[in-house]
Nanobody, 125 residues
Framework: QVQLVESGGGLVQAGGSLRLSCAAS????????MGWFRQAPGGEREFVAA????????DYADSVKGRFTLSRDNAKNTVYLQMNRLKLEDTAVYYC??????????????????WGQGTQVTVSS
């Protein structure tokens, strides 16, 4: 079965960096785009970034553009979210997600069928 396991979250000061990882198994990783979402306390789940099946294209939410970088290693079945210049408003639980359809490159939560358990990112002042 599909498994998505996030890691790398933690507590960091504003302006600092973290790198999140998502290790995938149970499906042919290299045939799927991947996405990251986040959910702050009391908020809705929101799109953060997406990457195509081969890593050739990426898309970012305006709020993280220029600060976050999404990449993938298909040999390791892993996606990485490098987060730099973190802000207080980046505090959230971050989720890795798998789209329902092969090659689907999307930012809509409804298009994703499998989610990881999430990893907490807390940015302090």
């Amino acid at each position: 079965q599909v498994q998505l396991v996030e890691s790398g979250g933690g507590l960091v000061q504003a302006g600092g960096s973290l790198r999140l990882s998502c290790a995938a198994s149970g499906f042919t990783f290299s045939l799927y785009a991947m996405g990251w979402f986040r959910q702050a306390p009391g908020g809705e789940r929101e799109f953060v970034a997406a990457i195509t099946w081969n890593g050739g294209s990426t898309d970012y939410a305006d709020s993280v553009k220029g600060r976050f970088t999404l990449s993938r290693d298909n040999a390791k079945n892993t996606v990485y979210l490098q987060m730099n210049r973190l802000k207080l408003e980046d505090t959230a639980v971050y989720y890795c997600a798998l789209p329902c359809r092969l090659y689907a490159y999307t930012k809509r939560p409804a298009d994703f069928g499998s989610w990881g358990q999430g990893t907490q990112v807390t940015v302090s002042s």
